[in-house]
């Protein structure tokens, strides 16, 4: 299995801040990689597919980049319904894989 | 819109099956990897499997030998079943629809709420 790594587990910020948020792959996966946001007891929401493009409805604040084994998702000026946490997860080789999560918290 | 919605037992014995099923809303079950995805509380993802609406399904592997996913194209549902549960698939589990870019390549742009299951005696 195709192995995600994101970094970092959890970071502090601002509202107005900017954010990324780096995932790795343990091999190259091309640019099939996504990103999703979940809020608690809630289930994820797509943000990013296919490393940057950004999702009907999601605001242009987001924005992913990246291919091959590094990717990042950015959130350029971060608003009070963004603290959440954010997944990678790969769909070049099955079984899709997801990375462990990267938890945005209030500073 | 888009809606998928699970539906089955919140409470399952060891050793027994998990049953569950989503019912899916405002598109047919035509063109897309109908997945199951689950989480432990206060962990990961972890993908299940998915059905194809052709009938084609793939595991993972790590699951494979307890795992049968199931499609009633004309209940516009598909369905989960594990069996021989323990604690460790205690799990709200998810179902999703993958959208593809290519062959086996896909996001998962529609989830279902998710529903808690609790394997326990």
């Known amino acids: 299995d195709i192995q995600m790594t994101q970094s970092p587990s959890s970071l502090s910020a601002s509202v107005g801040d900017r954010v990324t948020i780096t995932c790795r792959a343990s091999?190259?996966?091309?640019?099939?990689l996504n990103w999703y946001q979940q809020k608690p007891g809630k289930a994820p929401k797509l943000v990013i597919y296919?490393?940057?493009s950004l999702q009907s409805g999601v605001p242009s604040r987001f924005s992913g980049s990246g291919s091959a084994t590094d990717f990042t998702l950015t959130i350029s000026s971060l608003q009070p319904e963004d603290f959440a946490t954010y997944y990678c997860?790969?769909?070049?080789?099955?079984?899709?894989?997801f990375g462990g999560g990267t938890k945005v918290e209030i500073k | 819109q888009v809606q998928l919605q699970e539906s089955g037992p919140g409470l399952v014995k060891p050793s027994e099956s998990l049953s569950l099923t989503c019912t899916v809303s405002?598109?047919?079950?035509?063109?897309?990897?109908w997945s199951w995805i689950r989480q432990p509380p206060g962990k990961g993802l972890e993908w299940i499997g998915y059905?194809?609406?052709?009938?084609?399904?793939n595991y993972n592997p790590s699951l494979k030998s307890r795992v049968t996913i199931s499609v009633d194209t004309s209940k516009n549902q598909f369905s989960l079943k594990l069996s021989s549960v323990t604690a460790a698939d205690t799990a709200v589990y998810y179902c999703?629809?993958?959208?593809?870019?290519?062959?086996?390549?896909?996001?998962?742009?529609?989830w279902g709420q998710g529903t808690l299951v609790t394997v326990s005696s």
């Open positions: 997860q790969q769909s070049y080789s099955p079984p899709p894989t």
């Open positions: 296919a490393a940057s």
């Open positions: 059905i194809y609406y052709s009938g084609t399904t």
């Open positions: 405002g598109a047919s079950i035509s063109s897309y990897y």
């Open positions: 091999q190259s996966i091309s640019n099939y």
């Open positions: 999703a629809r993958g959208a593809p870019i290519d062959v086996e390549k896909y996001f998962f742009d529609y």
